[in-house]
């Protein structure tokens, strides 16, 4: 029960943005992937889940070959997997609960009583009872990121993709975020992988960060590790300081 | 010599490759709605709320069209053959007219604007927003979710929402005819009855499935093509009215050629 992705490679017309991307997430364990915009975070989540596929290299999940499995074998992993996205990505068309529920609907064998009473059940984890029938229009960034947390665990998936889930957030809304994305693995023992710039989110939520730079990952360690790396992106990186970077250059 | 050439024959090339690309994207697209007609499970709970949205709801504005047309198809006929033929013929040439030609080009058009502008501005949004990457993340295929119920729903009330335009057409010409035109009813009826032959209706809901086909097929394809941005959605929206709208008048010339 893990995620290991050995020498991922994804080009975009001339542009590589994954160079040879090799990572793993052992099982239950909260990985934090961390890195400048445009480095490819978001594109190194989506081919976790087939969203993108590599040029070149592998990703494993669950000891599973994404690249390789058929359609209805990586519908059935999906089931496994939740992602949230950075913008939450709600269907605008439906309320809340139908939101959370959608998932829920593709379980075989579930019935209506239990897919309502998985969708209250997930609305009050995220703490936000009592809002399945309004729509996303009529809720704040932060209730949307949580709607769509609500929406990823609704199915109890063993993994949890986190694509920036506190990026434009207050910091008290940040707080309350990190604090689900850490009830997740503790009460839920979910394996997850968070795509963060928020380095203080990143060193509560972490048990690794790994720092992705130039389409490799150029770090990986606790989060005491990184704050005692001598390494010059990373310090610019956490320290919010780009000379250092520069001078690297 | 070259420097005269290159830039012409470059865009020459450029344009084919891009042709031959969008023909390539447009064939998966196709091949993946056929492969997701297995996945009833999944379209089959959607298709009664499609079939109201893209065909019900488009009832008013076919009527509205098909309502002036037939007015304007008596006044005319009548213009038209005065003296030489009998005025009966009105009936003849309103419901003739209705049920071949206008009937199903006029409402294929119509739904082209309403309804395909409609299916590529929706799904384009769901594109950009990562809607559609939600559904697949939540294990549903994307093309059984939201082609299928659609292309299903326009194939299916196309030709009724064409047959309720054809009726209203045909009951406004012999409502002009009766009223401001030297012509009774049993004369309006016996020129309707005249030239009258059931295939022109099979001949007509043909017509009108395969605009229905046309319409919802290519707007969720401008859909899905959506890059990013509320630009790129503009950009599918008018692709999607004005690819099919081409296509219609292909098809109906097609229709024309094979049939009669």
Redesign the interface.
């Known amino acids: 029960m893990s995620i290991r992705l050995w020498e991922v490679r994804k080009s975009f017309g001339s542009r590589a943005v994954l160079d040879g991307v090799s990572l793993e997430v052992g099982d239950g364990e909260t990985v934090a992937l961390v890195g400048f915009s445009g480095s490819g975070k978001s594109v190194l989540l989506?081919t976790i889940?087939?969203?993108l596929k590599p040029d070149s290299g592998a990703v494993f999940v669950d000891g599973k070959d994404v690249g390789a499995l058929r359609?209805e074998e990586l519908?059935?992993l999906?089931?496994q997997?939740?992602?949230v996205?950075?913008?939450a990505?709600?269907?605008?068309s439906m309320t809340v609960a139908e939101n959370v529920a959608?998932?829920l609907r593709?379980v075989p064998g579930i019935t209506e009583e239990q897919i309502h009473e998985r969708t209250e059940e997930s609305l009050r984890l995220v703490e936000l009872e009592g809002y399945g029938p309004r729509y996303p229009g009529q809720l704040s960034g932060g209730q949307r990121k949580r709607v769509g947390l609500a929406?990823?665990i609704a199915t109890r998936p063993r993994y949890v993709l986190y694509d920036e889930p506190t990026t434009g957030l207050d910091p008290v809304t940040t707080a309350v975020i990190d604090r689900l994305i850490l009830k997740m693995a503790r009460e839920l023992g979910v394996t997850s992988l968070v795509v963060t710039h928020n380095m203080e989110s990143a060193f509560r939520i972490a048990d690794r960060i790994a720092f992705l730079h130039e389409g490799r990952i150029r770090f990986t360690g606790t989060p005491e590790e990184v704050r005692g790396s001598g390494d010059p992106i990373v310090r610019a990186f956490i320290e919010g300081r780009p000379e250092l970077a520069q001078e690297v250059v | 010599m070259n420097g005269v050439w290159s830039a012409p024959l470059a865009w020459v090339g450029r344009s084919a490759l891009e042709l031959s690309a969008g023909f390539g994207r447009f064939g998966r697209f196709a091949a993946s709605a056929v492969r997701a007609l297995s996945d009833t499970g999944t379209w089959g709970r959607l298709l009664v709320d499609q079939m109201a949205r893209l065909g019900v709801e488009s009832i008013p504005i076919a009527i509205f069209i098909a309502a002036f047309t037939g007015i304007v198809l008596a006044l005319q006929a009548s213009y038209t053959i005065t003296g030489a033929v009998p005025l009966y013929f009105v009936g003849a040439l309103v419901a003739k007219t209705m049920i071949l030609e206008l009937g199903p080009v006029l409402t294929g058009l119509a739904l082209a604007g309403r309804v395909g502008a409609n299916i590529a501005s929706e799904i384009g949004t769901m594109r950009v927003t990562e809607q559609i990457d939600a559904l697949e993340t939540l294990a549903y295929d994307p093309v059984a979710y939201l082609v299928v119920p659609r292309v299903f729903a326009g194939v299916v009330m196309f030709p009724i929402v064409t047959a309720f335009a054809i009726a209203v057409g045909i009951a406004a010409g012999w409502i002009t005819s009766i009223n401001l035109l030297d012509l009774s009813t049993p004369e309006f009826v016996r020129g309707v009855r005249a030239f009258f032959d059931t295939f022109d209706v099979r001949y007509s809901l043909i017509k009108a499935t395969s605009f229905g086909l046309v319409v919802t097929f290519v707007g969720c394809f401008s859909g899905f093509g959506a890059t990013s941005g509320a630009a790129a959605v503009g950009r599918a929206t008018t692709q999607a009215v004005v690819v099919s709208s081409m296509l219609i008048l292909v098809l109906d010339a097609f229709w024309a050629a094979v049939l009669l």
């Not at chain 1, 990505?89 to 605008?92: G, Q, S, T, V, Y």
Request: hydrophobic share 45%.
């Open positions: 989506k889940v087939g969203l359609r519908y059935a999906r089931r997997v939740g992602y996205f950075q913008f990505a709600l269907f605008d959608m998932g593709r929406r990823a």
